[in-house]
């Protein structure tokens, strides 16, 4: 059973694994493959950000962070990015989390979600957001050094939180 | 005449009523109109970006910063944000700076430029970006809280510079 939380300080060693594996594989973040487990730190778990992960018997096995896209005058759009460890892939982790984000960003007062950068190539992560609601709004073109197609367009997804409910902040899931 | 060079940290106090001031309109830009100058100068002055001011007789009329829009695998696209001190609005700094911001992220290896977060009523820009041939990419729905218009769209424009003339970066404008 998944089981997701907000992230501990204590967390990063199981979180960094992940990161770093999601990062050198070149296909899905910009991040860096060479970015190290301290700026990998400052960017996951920044005090701008909420940082969750989903646990399964204990062990990390995603994480995500949710903050807002924009500052001040564009704070009611959320940002969020999602990482599930490689092992777990496929098994439900990044759905859980996104709508556990959803949720939360309703609660949190949000107006609507946006994604600036979800690489086109990645049809996975694509395709679970469209099925969570979120529309193409912008395409970046050949804005992506994918490690094995080259440059491949980025797409800008956004969906409002209106029809969303607000995830109960102590409720567990 | 204008002149545009690279700004040092001495400049600071020259761009921070401009800053202060534009942002205090609540009609351009998303920064809190309460932003501090410390907060304004980490912002403007990152290490990750390279500001630049526009000068009239030695006195700072605007300021822009160029970096890259995403870390690694997206850092071949450059971002960049520009501001033009009220007094001389409408005078050409403005567009001086557009120029000179697509012509040095030529020179610095750059594919593309793009921006962000264009507010959409800002019609002054939005039509100055679009005269450099930035094309709009999508439009973030009600994306800005627009002091005086509330809730209004923000567009996200991008151009290629493979048509643009790199600047000699020994070159003064």
Do not use: C
């Amino acid at each position: 059973m998944l089981e997701i939380r907000q992230a501990a300080p204590s967390d990063w060693p199981a979180i960094w694994p992940i990161f770093q594996s999601v990062v050198a594989d070149g296909a899905t973040y910009a991040y860096d493959p060479d970015t190290t487990s301290d700026e990998a730190l400052a960017l996951w778990m920044s005090p701008a950000a909420s940082t969750f992960v989903a646990t399964h018997g204990g062990a990390v096995v995603g994480s995500y962070f949710l903050k807002p896209n924009q500052p001040g005058l564009g704070s009611h759009v959320a940002n969020a990015a999602f990482m599930v460890s490689p092992a777990w892939s496929g098994h439900g982790a990044g759905r859980a989390m996104g709508e556990h984000a959803l949720r939360t960003a309703r609660a949190r007062g949000y107006e609507a979600m946006q994604f600036n950068f979800v690489v086109s190539s990645n049809e996975r992560a694509v395709s679970l957001w469209k099925s969570l609601g979120f529309a193409t709004i912008g395409v970046i073109p050949k804005a992506y050094r994918h490690s094995r197609l080259g440059l491949v367009d980025a797409y800008i997804m956004h969906r409002f939180l209106n029809d969303i409910l607000a995830r109960d902040e102590a409720e567990t899931v």
